[in-house]
C-alpha cells in the first residue's frame, strides 16, 4: 500500500520560508515523476511544482523563483522548499506521485501579512 507522508508545513510572516517534506512508502518500483499541489479555502487544488526523477522540475507560474522543488530517490522522498512566502500561499500543500495517484494527507502552511 503507498503511503505518503507530509511533514514541516506552519505559520510564518510574509516573506519567510519553510521546507516541506513529503517521505513515500509501499513502493518498490522506480518512482518517475513526484508533484506538489495545494488547495486553499474555496478554492480548487492546483499544481504548484513537478520533479523527474532526473530531478528536471518545473513550476506554475505563481511560485516560479519562489519555490524550489527537490528529491532524494534514496529516500522516496520529495522537498518544497518556499522562501519569499506571501499571505496568498496559504493552503494546504499535498504531495502527489501520478504514476500511482498517491496523495498525502496535506500539511497546513499559513502565511500571515
Known amino acids: 500500500q503507498v503511503q505518503l507522508v507530509e511533514s514541516g508545513g506552519g505559520l510564518v510572516q510574509a516573506g519567510g520560508s519553510l521546507r516541506l517534506s513529503c517521505a513515500a512508502s509501499?513502493?518498490?518500483?522506480?518512482?518517475?515523476?513526484m508533484a506538489w499541489y495545494r488547495q486553499a479555502p474555496g478554492s480548487q487544488r492546483e499544481y504548484v511544482a513537478v520533479i523527474s526523477r532526473g530531478s528536471s522540475a518545473r513550476y506554475a507560474n505563481s511560485v516560479k523563483g519562489r519555490f524550489t522543488i527537490s528529491r532524494d530517490n534514496a529516500k522516496n522522498t520529495v522537498y518544497l522548499q518556499m522562501n519569499s512566502l506571501k499571505p496568498e500561499d496559504t493552503a494546504v500543500y499535498y504531495c502527489h506521485i501520478p504514476a500511482y495517484d498517491a496523495w498525502g494527507q496535506g500539511t497546513q502552511v499559513t502565511v500571515s501579512a
Open positions: 509501499g513502493i518498490r518500483d522506480v518512482i518517475n515523476n
